[in-house]
């Protein structure tokens, strides 16, 4: 199975700064079905991401995602309050689809 | 709107079994696969397997191969997920979620359901 292995653990930033999450494969994702999902407290998870680098509906235009075959970024060009939660990336181009382990921005 | 919504909290004993619910509405049922995922308090998220509402074909995570059953009804629009022989780190939230057709995208999921397992 695809195995995706997120950095840092967590970040620690402050609104208006600039977050930037890494995801790497083991092996290459196929037609970069990859992900990146949003999540808070008690919540269930909100695609920001698909395809590496779609945005999904509705989301702002400061989440963008980019990279391929085996390493991918999702930045946040200026941290709202809103956007501190834990970010989590996703393979979907292979079965057993898999899930990396997650990032936490939280504020300094 | 598309809308997925989950049955409600359960609680069960150790070896008893948990059938979930999740009814679609807002889009035509049997075009789009569901995947069901789960979360244990804490961690991060697991894919269980994935149903074709049209056919009722499945695909299963081989870590649950012979625990888990995914089934759906057409009349109902509702799509369900039994997993049998539950131990205590089955605990966890299960999620719905709809397969994209072209995209293949997990856009729209349902709400989560609680599932406590417990003696």
């Known amino acids: 199975e695809i195995v995706l292995t997120q950095s840092p653990g967590t970040l620690s930033l402050s609104p208006g700064e600039r977050a930037t999450l890494s995801c790497r494969a083991n092996?290459?994702?196929?037609?970069?079905?990859l992900a990146w999902f949003q999540q808070k407290p008690g919540q269930a998870p909100r695609l920001l991401i698909y395809?590496?680098?779609s945005r999904a509906t509705d989301i702002p235009d400061r989440f963008s995602g980019s990279g391929s075959g085996t390493d991918f970024t999702l930045t946040i060009s200026r941290l709202e309050p809103e956007d501190f939660a834990v970010y989590y990336c996703?393979?979907?181009?292979?079965?057993?689809?898999?899930f990396g382990g997650g990032t936490r921005v939280d504020f300094k | 709107q598309v809308r997925l919504v989950q049955s409600g909290a359960e609680v069960k004993k150790p070896g008893a079994a948990v059938k979930i619910s999740c009814k679609a509405s807002?889009?035509?049922?049997?075009?789009?696969?569901m995947h069901w995922m789960r979360q244990a308090p804490g961690q991060g998220l697991e894919w269980m397997g994935v149903?074709?509402?049209?056919?009722?074909?499945?695909s299963y995570s081989q870590r649950f191969q012979g625990r888990v059953t995914m089934t759906r009804d057409t009349s109902t629009t509702t799509v369900y997920m039994e997993l049998s022989s539950l131990r205590s780190d089955d605990s966890a939230v299960y999620f719905c979620?709809?397969?994209?057709?072209?995209?293949?995208?997990?856009?729209?999921w349902g709400q989560g359901t609680l599932v406590t397992v417990s003696s």
């Open positions: 395809g590496a680098s």
């Open positions: 807002g889009y035509t049922f049997t075009t789009y696969y």
């Open positions: 979620a709809r397969r994209d057709r072209d995209t293949y995208r997990s856009e729209y």
């Open positions: 149903i074709n509402p049209n056919t009722g074909s499945i």
């Open positions: 092996e290459r994702v196929k037609n970069n079905y």
């Open positions: 996703h393979q979907y181009g292979d079965s057993p689809l898999t």
